[in-house]
């Protein structure tokens, strides 16, 4: 089994990440938006059991998802997802982070042109309808 710690940028927590993400993606939803203040987030998503953290974090829940952050610089570290027990865990603290797809792309702010299937909401294995955007 593989393991990887990252850290935040100032290094005060530390996030053990044990596995293979089972989805990564970028995701367009306002909900991301919002909270990373980007125009979309980097997402890799593992079973919430897999991924753990040293040092002091704060939580914040933005409508249903609890995010939580490192309680010194306030880098977003995972979203919660406790009723899928998996973690979204941010993808730019990860090294490799491959996407495998777009979300929520009717949400998105402008097109992304790339070779990544470009879901309107969700897909399917998420529990959408695989309905894929036309820029």
């Known amino acids: 089994m593989t393991e ?3 850290s935040c940028p100032c290094g005060a927590a530390k996030m053990t990440v044990r ?3 089972l ?7 306002g909900d ?3 909270m990373l203040g980007g125009a979309y987030a980097l997402e890799a998503v593992f079973r919430a059991d897999a991924v753990s953290v040293e040092g002091a974090t704060v939580s914040f829940a933005l409508k249903r998802t609890p995010r939580v952050s490192c309680a ?21 603290l990860l090294p490799g982070f491959t996407p495998a797809f777009h979300m929520h ?3 998105a702010l402008a097109p992304v042109r790339d070779d990544l299937p470009h ?5 399917a294995a998420f529990g959408g309808e695989d309905t894929l955007v036309d820029w």
């Open 4 to 6: 990887q710690v990252v």
């Open 32 to 34: 991301c938006r919002r």
């Open 105 to 107: 792309c009717s949400e």
């Open 72 to 92: 010194a610089c306030g880098t977003r570290l995972y979203a919660d997802l406790p009723r899928l027990k998996m973690r979204g865990v941010n993808g730019t």
């Open 23 to 29: 989805s990564q993606f970028y995701c367009h939803c």
């Open 19 to 21: 596995g293979e993400a």
């Open 119 to 123: 879901f309107a909401k969700m897909p």
